[in-house]
DNA sequence: ACGAACCTGCACACTACTGTGCAAGTTATC
DNA sequence: GATAACTTGCACAGTAGTGTGCAGGTTCGT
């Protein structure tokens, strides 16, 4: 019968099922990390046994979700690179932007649970890139020069995945998110939020870059109008 | 037959395990929300059929905590107003500092489980007057314009969470954890690290006052000499 | 020193979840 | 349309936690 033996019989509807579980997976285990199987399948629109049909386990779900989330996080941000750490940042941020669902996942699940660990470890090189790069620019005198660098660069991290979640809980624009996240960034590393803004509208490669937009709920309006008299330079979204 | 039937004849001992109880579900409850009876009552020194001589249920210990913690919480911020809203975030911060324990336990409770409401209903009025202070901010030019009122104050809350946290990973001293939160409000409140130094150094209130010092490591120095260019103190860490 | 308050240890029932086996049904694919 | 892949539903065992009852020991208060 055909060539079966080497290559998989992979059904495709089985393939669209393993997909549903996993994106169930990764949008309950954001708001619990121990969100139950069962919970999980029917989510997914699947029986509970059903799912130990693609998974062995729960351990075996869950750890693709976290690998496949590392990997495409430290796949977004690799050859990340700018002299200016400030812009560095900025990067950085924007770019975790774009891959907010899996970085929202990988966050909750660095906090509990007997995955810490292994998160810890998938997200340590981006970690000691921070570490470096705030270090470097704190010498530089770029960045705030009133904590330890180690300090400042873990209230980046935290404040980097407030600004997400935030951002995913108004359903921002990709181009608003975008802007937010890098915004927030920049205010932690101690620039005036005056100084942000002149900063990123003067920087090109911190344009939002919309080949990649994440249907958060569909173009919006460029700027969620908030009453008094509007500052925001509101660059070209082109 | 003394005089008992009214008099509640509480046991010395009996009121310190019941203590040691509450002391133990904080510390655990502030690194798992799930943490089980088994483990608060071992860490309190008692068998876990002994808590339910001081508790009913564990519902009942972990609202013991919340409703404790947010008196605590209101208490320490009542009464608590300035003209400038920058200073009055300031204020906010450091008297927050001043209960990091509560916070924590709180902040902790407040995502997960079944005590979100209660937690959030708990802290309603701060979280309205936090928001009236940034439109008010905001509306006078003295916080950032950048963003909505309300994304600005969620971020806000998030920032001084974040910084409480780290403060206590760092066992700072007291006046360093005071004037790190004040310098993350600020922050993400669109000040330049600058600009927070300067607006903190010459405001009396947000000098700090160790009359009611955390003993989060014993008594530090009291470092009055922040200087606005050099480095941070940062304390060796035992 | 006496009694009551308190604690321990154990047994037990109950709930919720995981992981597995198996029979029977459904569906993609050749 | 035949077959293998996939799914369902159920039953079952195992784990972990909660809440309760009770017998017997320890300790506080007087």
Redesign the pocket.
């Known amino acids: 019968?055909?060539q079966?033996t080497l290559a998989?019989?992979?059904?495709?509807?089985?393939?669209?099922?393993?997909e549903a579980i996993l994106a169930a997976a990764k949008a309950l285990l954001r708001r619990d990390p121990?969100?139950?199987?069962?919970?999980?399948?029917q989510s997914a629109?699947?029986?509970?046994?059903?799912?130990?049909?693609?998974?062995?386990?729960?351990?075996e779900?869950v750890s693709e979700i976290l690998t496949a989330g590392a990997e495409r996080i430290t796949a977004a941000l690799v050859a990340t690179a700018h002299d200016d750490p400030r812009i560095w940042l900025a990067l950085i941020a924007a770019r975790l932007w774009d891959e907010v669902e899996d970085v929202r996942v990988m966050a909750q699940l660095a906090v509990r649970g007997p995955f810490r660990d292994r998160v810890g470890a998938a997200l340590a090189p981006l970690r000691s890139a921070l570490r470096e790069n705030v270090g470097c620019g704190i010498r530089e005198g770029m960045l705030r020069r009133d904590m330890p660098a180690d300090t400042l660069a873990r209230l980046l991290e935290d404040s980097v995945i407030s600004v997400l979640d935030e951002a995913t809980r108004r359903e921002l624009s990709s181009a608003d998110g975008h802007r937010l996240v890098m915004l927030a960034a920049l205010s932690t590393a101690g620039l005036s939020w005056r100084e942000s803004a002149v900063l990123i509208d003067a920087t090109p490669a911190l344009a939002h870059d919309d080949a990649h937009q994440h249907p958060t709920h569909a173009d919006y309006q460029q700027h969620p109008t908030h009453g008094a008299a509007h500052q925001h330079p509101t660059q070209a979204a082109r």
Chains 1, 2 share one sequence.
């Open positions: 019968m055909t079966a998989r019989t992979l059904r495709r509807d089985a393939a669209e099922n393993r121990d969100a139950s199987l069962e919970a999980i399948a629109g699947l029986s509970r046994r059903a799912v130990y049909g693609h998974f062995a386990n729960r351990d779900l």
